[in-house]
């Protein structure tokens, strides 16, 4: 297999961690806001816990789809300019972030699956709830490093467009400053928001898209004078 076909299926796993992701989302339907009632969440958690449940399962595969999108994306970079640090450290976020993420969505479906099992576990559901939604705010930091990081490799390698580097840094500073609404206790910008989920996802969401498109056409800028090709040009 040539290598170029190898960051080929990275970009077709970049395009399909999306794609069950969202079919996750929309499997879990509306989530409760951590600043509802106990008994709002607990409620939830009983009358959807199928679908919790089966959409636990699609997260983990989203997450490993990334994580192989990941790979890739450093392999390209690492490729072109071998010298820098920053292939290494989009590989470790990626790497963080897979970790975080499956020990997160492992946690939430052992919580789900808990207290939907022995109910009297129900009056403390909120607790480890609100827990996961506070930890899946601070994530937002774990995920800065890899985009800032793809920043500097694609103005130094210029293996993607420069647009992308600008679009990355825009998803690092929005993540960063989502992870920064733990301290609000209220509103679409307390932690599991509308503002706070919404937004960060949807910029990630369509930079990895836009990263798997340029892998899977294999049509990648060639890197300027001394800096070795990616895509076998």
């Given at each position: 297999m040539k290598e170029s076909h190898e960051?080929?299926?990275?970009?077709?796993?970049?395009?399909?961690?999306?794609?069950?992701?969202i079919i996750g989302?929309?499997?879990?339907?509306?989530?409760?806001?951590?600043?509802?009632?106990?008994?709002?969440?607990?409620?939830?958690?009983?009358?959807?816990?199928?679908?919790?449940?089966?959409?636990?399962?699609?997260?983990?595969?989203?997450?490993?789809?990334?994580?192989?999108?990941?790979v890739a994306l450093a392999t390209a970079f690492r490729r072109s300019d071998e010298t820098s640090d920053a292939p290494a450290m989009v590989l470790a976020g990626y790497i963080v972030l897979a970790a975080t993420g499956f020990i997160g969505i492992s946690v939430f479906a052992g919580m789900t699956y808990a207290v939907t099992t022995h109910r009297p576990l129900l009056a403390i559901a909120a607790g480890p709830y609100i827990s996961l939604t506070v930890m899946d705010a601070i994530m937002g930091i774990a995920l800065a490093v890899p985009f800032a990081a793809s920043a500097a490799a694609i103005m130094r390698t210029h293996v993607f467009p420069q647009w992308m580097a600008w679009c990355a840094i825009i998803v690092a500073v929005v993540s960063?400053?989502?992870?920064?609404?733990?301290?609000?206790?209220?509103?679409?910008?307390?932690?599991?928001?509308?503002?706070v989920a919404f937004v960060p996802g949807v910029l990630t969401a369509l930079w990895v898209l836009a990263a798997s498109w340029l892998l899977i056409r294999e049509h990648l800028p060639i890197p300027s004078a001394g800096v070795r090709p990616v895509m076998g040009h």
């Open positions: 960051l080929r299926w990275g970009g077709v796993a970049g395009v399909a961690a999306i794609v069950v992701a989302r929309l499997v879990m339907g509306n989530a409760p806001q951590i600043t509802e009632s106990a008994m709002t969440i607990s409620g939830y958690l009983v009358e959807r816990r199928a679908q919790i449940l089966a959409a636990a399962l699609l997260y983990a595969i989203a997450t490993a789809l990334f994580l192989w999108f990941g960063v400053l989502g992870a920064f609404t733990v301290a609000i206790t209220g509103g679409p910008l307390a932690p599991g928001g509308a503002l």
